[in-house]
């Protein structure tokens, strides 16, 4: 991985009093980026602090954005190694002022994987699986169930990080990135919940969950959700609250799998993000 040298935010923060007609002065606007340096995979959690609520577009894309306090919001920007590194447009607009800024994502190296796949192994899942972890990856509920740091999901070693990318037979899968981390551990290990939430995703292989094999998707709003796939054991229903930490599972061998793993993403409006950073920020 290249040393995350590059500046993220020119400049990080960003200060305007505003001036109304009548004179009286509002709080000054506001723009704070963290991390300070960036790199692709990284979520960015941009806050803004203004009188009134702000719009907050990237790249020409808006974002959510969410109440975290008195006359404080946030928007999170999701980077994937799919992603150009560079400037990027940071537009932020309250009442009748408009900020332009630019945000700076640092380039990384990602491992690459060669795989040999015989013929007629290629696996392919259904419809019905595709449709419904699609739809669970596209929430954002306004309300911030988390509370704090995210926790490791399972105790086994990480075998496979974020990110590899992978040449199949030769050709190399320009779309493809592994989206998660996959945890080594024995079959019916437990699995808990990386933080508070509420399940949004329960599939199963005999349903035809033939790629994800037994699943767990969690919302932990604010367009924050967690994954957990392969599993063997599913011991919660959709709709149940959840506790960080609370066993919610067994590790499996379900769906497209080698071998008993755990593989668990974590999504950021609707984008997959290296979880790593939200093992040690809870972006409260």
Same mark, same amino acid.
């Given at each position: 991985?290249?040393?995350?040298? +590059?500046?993220?935010?020119?400049?990080?923060?960003?200060?305007?009093?505003?001036?109304?007609?009548?004179?009286?002065?509002?709080?000054?606007?506001? $723009?704070?980026?963290?991390?300070?340096?960036?790199?692709?995979?990284?979520?960015?959690?941009?806050?803004?602090?203004?009188?009134?609520?702000?719009?907050?577009?990237?790249?020409?894309?808006?974002?959510?954005?969410?109440?975290?306090?008195?006359?404080?919001?946030?928007?999170?920007?999701?980077?994937?190694?799919?992603?150009?590194?560079?400037?990027?447009? +940071?537009?932020?607009?309250?009442?009748?002022?408009?900020?332009?800024?630019?945000?700076?994502?640092?380039?990384?190296? *990602?491992?690459? &994987?060669?795989?040999? +796949?015989?013929?007629?192994?290629?696996?392919?899942?259904? !419809?019905?699986?595709?449709?419904?972890?699609?739809?669970?990856?596209?929430?954002?509920?306004?309300?911030?169930?988390?509370?704090?740091?995210?926790?490791?999901?399972?105790?086994?070693?990480?075998?496979?990080?974020?990110?590899?990318?992978?040449?199949?037979?030769?050709? *190399?899968?320009? !779309?493809?990135?592994?989206?998660?981390?996959?945890?080594? #551990?024995?079959?019916?290990?437990?699995?808990?919940?990386?933080?508070?939430?509420?399940?949004?995703?329960?599939?199963?292989?005999?349903?035809? *969950?033939?790629?994800?094999?037994?699943?767990?998707?969690?919302?932990?709003? &604010?367009?924050?959700?967690?994954?957990?796939?392969?599993?063997?054991?599913?011991?919660? &229903?959709?709709?149940?609250? $959840?506790?960080?930490? &609370?066993?919610?599972?067994?590790? #499996?061998?379900?769906?497209?799998?080698?071998?008993?793993?755990?593989?668990?993403?974590?999504?950021?409006? #609707?984008?997959?993000?290296?979880?790593?950073?939200?093992?040690?920020?809870?972006?409260?």
């Amino acid at each position: 991985m290249r040393d995350r040298l +590059l500046p993220w935010l020119v400049p990080a923060i960003i200060t305007t009093t505003i001036l109304p007609a009548s004179s009286q002065v509002t709080i000054p606007i506001t $723009v704070t980026v963290s991390p300070g340096r960036a790199v692709l995979g990284d979520t960015l959690a941009i806050v803004v602090n203004a009188a009134e609520q702000p719009t907050v577009e990237v790249a020409g894309k808006a974002l959510p954005v969410f109440s975290i306090g008195p006359q404080q919001w946030r928007a999170f920007v999701a980077t994937t190694p799919l992603q150009t590194p560079g400037r990027r447009s +940071l537009v932020v607009r309250s009442g009748n002022e408009t900020r332009n800024l630019l945000l700076w994502v640092g380039d990384r190296s *990602f491992p690459v &994987q060669s795989i040999w +796949l015989p013929p007629g192994k290629d696996a392919s899942g259904t !419809d019905l699986e595709f449709d419904r972890v699609d739809a669970f990856k596209a929430l954002v509920t306004p309300e911030r169930l988390w509370q704090g740091a995210f926790r490791r999901p399972n105790s086994g070693p990480v075998t496979t990080p974020y990110g590899v990318r992978r040449y199949y037979n030769g050709v *190399f899968a320009k !779309d493809y990135f592994h989206r998660g981390l996959d945890y080594a #551990g024995p079959k019916g290990s437990p699995v808990v919940a990386a933080q508070r939430g509420r399940v949004a995703l329960v599939g199963r292989e005999s349903q035809g *969950f033939l790629i994800h094999g037994n699943t767990i998707g969690i919302d932990h709003g &604010q367009g924050v959700l967690t994954i957990y796939l392969h599993l063997d054991q599913i011991r919660v &229903q959709e709709g149940q609250m $959840v506790e960080a930490g &609370q066993v919610i599972g067994t590790v #499996g061998n379900t769906g497209a799998s080698t071998g008993p793993h755990l593989h668990w993403g974590l999504y950021v409006n #609707g984008e997959c993000v290296d979880p790593r950073s939200w093992l040690a920020q809870g972006w409260q």
